[in-house]
């Protein structure tokens, strides 16, 4: 299983979410971001994960049609295991500051 942290900046952007924002996002991540890194093939298509070109290591995941989050690999915390660091959450305007 991936392990993960969130930035403070990440943790305050999904306070501000609504709490049907929370659950897409969440739902993404569960039934297809968190798969996908476990089994280490490639992201499901309909993420659209796409690295960001003025943030090299960055990476932003689609999780609805306005629905944005960024993130980047960490250092493993378990042997074997990749670890995600969550940066930003919210729409299309963060990828200004990812």
């Known amino acids: 299983m991936p392990t993960y942290e969130a930035l403070p900046r990440c943790t305050a952007d999904l306070d ?3 709490p049907t924002q929370r659950w897409r996002f969440r739902r993404a991540v569960l ?4 798969p ?3 089994t280490r093939r490639p992201f499901h298509p309909g993420l ?5 070109r003025c ?3 960055v990476y932003k995941l689609t999780w609805a049609p306005d629905g944005r989050a960024t993130w980047c690999y960490g250092r493993a915390r378990i042997a074997g295991d ?3 660091v969550w940066r930003r959450i919210g729409t299309h ?3 200004t500051s990812p």
């Open 16 to 18: 501000r979410l609504s």
């Open 31 to 34: 039934e297809a971001f968190v």
């Open 36 to 38: 996908d890194l476990r």
């Open 48 to 52: 659209r994960i796409k690295g960001i």
């Open 55 to 57: 943030a090299p290591g």
């Open 82 to 84: 990749r670890h995600i």
């Open 93 to 95: 305007s963060i990828l």
